[in-house]
């Protein structure tokens, strides 16, 4: 196991570098985690949310709808004009904007499939609530009209209104407080992608650079050492490296989210980011055989981490990259790292339905590792030959 | 027969490194492989060590065909890069630890062995220095303890005292000769001949890839026609007497540097004798007298025509 050794003994002399990108992203996790924790543990009737409320349909449905929501909501007059919306959506003063259209409590009795426009500020806590505050509306309103035949939009109004009162308001602020827990979750395992993909890029190329180097690649060939036994031993030693760094970089998210973490949705952000380990440990793999000196290393491990960061959503909501960056972004395992955290953080209820976007999107994100490890095979082949 | 290449064919290109190199290395002995810089020394050893692929011919050690998968042949090598090949991020003491590692599994042995290397080097007090911290001495010389620590039978050291201090070269030298009498087969490889004059028992002459001339220094004295050089301090200076000098047999030239008479001569019996008989004769009062015999560097000057000396 010597060369398992050595490669521990060159991690550690450059520890200083690596456990620069540990400690600022244990920086960033408390910040953030301080500044995104008042609002969503507070009573909720304390901070209601600005909405703006428009009903294009004259109906009993829809004035009790605009009637749940002020209850837990402040409604905003504003006009229904788009620019005014947008300006309005992206200064805070209103997060959620609900559009009633025409004929919608006539279609929803007649069973058909109704829909209620929203736009809101991508992600935040109030889009979740309030969403299920609208589906529950609709959901028992669809209840009733599929159970009880010819009721007229009035009573129907008061059965769903009366129905609501009694028992979603409990459930549906539990469920808000979960789901916005889960959302800081989100956003702290999100942020790892950055640290987590530096420090193993940092962590692998130094290590590969050194046995790399042509004298002493030369020298161990010297050696009755099998290749097999000294590959064998690097690629233990930068899995253990990077079973090693995953562990100490969720260690925060235990400490933080307690157990939370214990939970099936904890276990899905702590597996998700174990599979994006792997990932980013082949594509560092990768970077490894193509740089050239110690100088680029650190270049690359800043490039590449925080470039696919920015252009995956880990800086930056998904939400509010374009089109054509997430579009550049998907071909990065960050992207679909991010993916799956949002999604798991969204997530209400924990079934297969809801799970498996989550698991095609590991997939993918193995399949980047496979994808490397492929390169990096035939890049050394090359060079052997050339 | 510890090592025996036959007709080596080594080609980088158009460049041809190796011409039908040919070279036996006989147990015990301290082998010395001895040519100008780009002779090809390098790329003969990587071609044994079966670093590098080549065109043509054989190589055996310990009477076994060598290859990169020989693993029981390399266990036996002891080996001293011409580059300095340790780990930056070890110390002293884990960089031997690390090499002797890959010979020697038993850690307690191993520990021993480690020990004893570093004294033979004499880095005792260097042991948790880090290589960047070290001379170009004490690097060289960390370099021989990483090759030598497991005590191979054979050992081959490449231009082991390149741009160092002449104090370690010393200690090199000496222990590369204690090595031998311990036992050990050597193969050293080196553009300056003084080394290999001191510490070889046979050497082997190398230019453009071939061996140009094989034995031991005398016998490759004895090849040449050249024989010693004979520098005698004239007291009163008079011209005349070059002429003389020159005319006399086995006097091949005869010049004044300042008041020194420098005459070179063939090999032959009996020349200085003649050269201070005939200025006696002469009446002329001479001071200091030297005589050299020829060196390595006149084999080599009279095989290829040009200086084997490194005039860098
Ligand atoms: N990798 C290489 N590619 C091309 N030419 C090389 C290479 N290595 C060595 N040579 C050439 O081969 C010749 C012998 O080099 P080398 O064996 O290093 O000589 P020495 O060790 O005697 O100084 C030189 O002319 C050198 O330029
Ligand atoms: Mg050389």
Known sequence: ?386 | MIIKVNNLVKRYDDLIALDHFNLEVKEGEIFGLLGPNGSGKTTAINCILSLLKYDKGTIEVYGRPMAPDAYDIKRNIGIIMQNVAVFDELTVYENIDYFCGMYIKDKKKRRELVEEAIEFVELDSFRKFLPKKLSGGLLRRLNIACGIAHKPKLIILDEPTVAVDPQSRRKILEGIRKLNDDGATIVYTSHYMEEVEEICTRIAIMDKGKVIALGTKDELKGMINSGEKITVEILEHNPDILEGVRSLPNIVSAEFNDNMLVAKSRRGKNNLSALLEYLRSSQINVGRIYSEPPTLNDVFLEITGKELRDHA
């Open chain 1, 1 to 386: 196991m010597q060369v398992y050794k050595a490669l521990f003994k060159i991690i550690h002399k450059n520890l200083p570098q690596i456990t620069i990108y540990i400690f600022s992203f244990l920086v960033v996790a408390v910040i953030m985690s301080n500044v995104g924790s008042n609002p969503a543990n507070a009573d909720f009737s304390e901070t209601r949310v600005n909405i703006a409320f428009f009903s294009y349909d004259d109906s009993a449905l829809s004035d009790g709808l605009e009637s749940s929501l002020s209850n837990i909501t402040n409604m905003i007059d504003i006009p229904d004009d788009r620019e005014k919306l947008q300006d309005a959506l992206f200064f805070r003063e209103v997060e959620y904007i609900v559009r009633v259209p025409k004929g919608f409590a006539e279609d929803l009795m007649k069973g058909k499939d109704v829909k209620i426009e929203k736009i809101a500020v991508p992600g935040s806590v109030s889009e979740v609530y309030l969403d299920n505050v609208i589906n529950k509306y609709i959901n028992t309103a669809k209840m009733y009209i599929s159970n009880m035949k010819g009721l007229s939009d009035k009573q129907l109004t008061d059965f769903v209104m009366k129905d609501l009162e009694q028992k979603a308001e409990v459930k549906l602020i539990r469920k808000v407080e979960e789901v916005s827990k889960s959302q800081k979750v989100g956003y702290h395992f999100n942020y790892m992608a950055y640290s987590l993909f530096a420090v193993l890029i940092l962590g692998v190329s130094t290590v590969m650079l050194v046995f790399n180097k042509k004298d002493l690649r030369n020298r161990n060939l010297c050696s009755p050492i099998t290749p097999k036994s000294m590959n064998t031993q690097l690629i233990l030693g930068n899995l253990s490296y990077a079973v090693l760094a995953w562990l100490i970089m969720i260690m925060p998210s235990l400490f933080m989210f307690g157990s939370f973490m214990f939970t099936a949705k904890g276990m899905f952000f702590l597996i998700n980011s174990l599979v994006f380990s792997l990932s980013a440990l082949c594509i560092s793999f990768l970077i490894s055989i193509l740089v050239k000196g110690p100088g680029a290393i650190s270049a690359a491990a800043n490039v590449i981490s925080l470039g696919s960061s920015f252009i995956s959503g880990v800086l930056v909501p998904q939400e509010l990259l374009g089109s054509t960056v997430l579009r550049i972004g998907s071909f990065t395992p960050t992207y679909w790292y991010v993916k799956s955290n949002n999604i798991i953080a969204g997530m209400t209820e924990l079934t297969l339905r809801n799970i498996t976007p989550v698991l095609y999107n590991m997939l993918i994100v193995f399949g980047f590792a496979v994808a490397s490890i492929a390169v990096a095979l035939v890049v050394t082949k090359q060079k052997r030959t050339a």
